[in-house]
């Protein structure tokens, strides 16, 4: 990969080189972090899991259902503009405040009284859970070290398992009492105040530390909100460009098994193969459970064969599982597919978000991950629900509507193959050598490894 050098600029301040923190307050790092994966895993499993309950509340045909998850979807790529706030306050102040304001809007949405309310709280809620989650993984790859890191980031998206039980559990007693799918987001509030309270002890990042005393030392104001807009969009003019376009791209291309999985194997399961609820919650535990298990497979391959192997051996297992998911009509096939799908899925998606905090310098880091994961990477999954629901008829069923979506990740392993270089054992410093500061003007462009 042909690295950019930094701007002699004067107004570049040095950064001193980067202390690793102690084990002791890693793990305690972790542990406050971990809740953002927990709450992501708790309600993306509501809607994994309640989307026939929901549908049926409101009345909802298939392309109803698949506008809604459109929108509500729409509210995790908005998380954008909360996310470049960690790179001109800090990572602390703003995952402190995403978790109080997503606490607020879950209450929202289980309080409201039609589709359209449903729709506007719930895209409001991912906005700040997007932005939360978005924040954690920034936080783990500046503060953990290179050799663990991989592992690191691993390991945050296997606690999602917590989440998901937890939502399965309540959805097979809240489904058939008088709560229903509102109990559901109900039972999260308590959690969410408890871990707004222990978030206090958060520490800033050693790297943002170091970067705000560059600035400091050097007399750089920090630059003002609409500043930060602007420059939010540098990476697509700058040396950075090739590197956003192509990790969006990869993210595009899991999306098309994400959105789809996500949206529509428990309306598939019950309505089209009548599943009863327990059957579904029991599916998801298991699938999110090998989830769990390819998140540390992920993780351990990265650190040891490197991230473009692994990268591309889930992304071919996640789109052959997802075919054989949604074009099987017996139960063990079905619930194979599922699981196989959801195991291959989150450990391509482990995967990529290493590769995605990696590949930026600090200054541009939050900003960055936030753009190709979160906004133009977000593309493709939050296209595919409305696609397939308008699809379902014309195509004869949910099925075959979603199946054609499987051959998404074979973009992926393309652009893997070919542009993405190696970063496994590598420092941030040496993947992004302009991390001192702003990047240079010239744009260097992604070669391959």
Same mark, same amino acid.
């Given at each position: ?11 570049? #301040? ?48 298939? #392309? ?195 959105? #789809? ?123 595919? #629900? ?64």
């Amino acid at each position: 990969m042909q690295a950019a050098h930094p701007n002699s600029s004067s107004e570049q #301040p040095k950064l001193a080189p980067w202390i690793p923190r102690p084990r002791r307050y890693l793990a305690a790092l972790f542990a406050m972090l971990m809740s953002a994966t927990i709450f992501e895993g708790y309600d993306i499993t509501i809607f994994h899991l309640a989307t026939p309950e929901i549908a049926r509340t409101f009345h909802m045909a298939d #392309p109803a259902i698949g506008l809604m998850a459109t929108i509500v979807r729409f509210g995790g790529m908005l998380s954008f503009f909360v996310v470049i706030l960690a790179d001109r306050y800090g990572r602390k102040p703003i995952i402190s405040t995403t978790v109080v304001c997503y606490t607020l809007f879950t209450l929202f949405t289980a309080l409201s009284t039609g589709v359209k309310s449903f729709t506007i709280f719930q895209s409001t809620a991912q906005i700040f859970l997007a932005a939360e989650f978005g924040v954690a993984v920034t936080m783990i790859s500046e503060e953990f070290p290179d050799a663990t890191r991989g592992r690191a980031i691993a390991a945050l998206h296997m606690v999602a398992f917590l989440g998901v039980t937890a939502a399965a559990l309540s959805y097979a007693i809240m489904a058939e009492s008088r709560w229903g799918w509102r109990g559901m987001y109900l039972l999260g509030i308590a959690p969410l105040v408890m871990v707004a309270f222990l978030r206090r002890r958060l520490r800033e990042t050693a790297r943002f530390s170091a970067l705000e005393r560059a600035r400091a030392a050097a007399s750089l104001p920090r630059p003002g909100f609409w500043t930060s807009i602007r420059n939010s969009l540098a990476p697509f003019a700058g040396p950075y460009r090739s590197r956003l376009l192509v990790m969006a791209g990869l993210w595009n291309s899991i999306g098309l098994i994400g959105g #789809p999985t996500v949206t529509y194997f428990s309306l598939y399961a019950r309505r089209d193969h009548h599943w009863k609820s327990h059957q579904v919650a029991a599916a998801i535990i298991l699938a999110y459970a090998m989830g769990t298990v390819g998140s540390l497979l992920s993780g351990f391959l990265m650190d040891r064969l490197g991230r473009k192997f692994t990268t591309s051996f889930f992304y071919l297992m996640s789109g052959a599982a997802m075919y054989v998911l949604f074009t099987s009509d017996r139960y063990g096939a079905i619930l194979a597919g599922e699981v196989v799908t959801m195991f291959a899925y989150q450990a391509a998606r482990t995967a990529t978000s290493a590769l995605s905090t990696e590949l930026f310098p600090t200054s541009i880091r939050a900003t960055g991950y936030s753009l190709c994961v979160q906004v133009i990477g977000q593309i493709c999954w939050m296209l595919s #629900p409305v696609v397939i629901g308008l699809l379902s008829g014309p195509l004869g069923g949910l099925g075959n509507a979603a199946s054609f979506f499987a051959a998404g990740p074979l973009l992926g392993v393309a652009i893997v193959l070919w542009f993405v270089p190696e970063t496994r054992g590598k420092t941030l410093e040496e993947l992004s050598p302009s991390a001192a500061e702003t990047p240079p003007a010239k744009s260097a462009p992604i070669a391959p490894a």
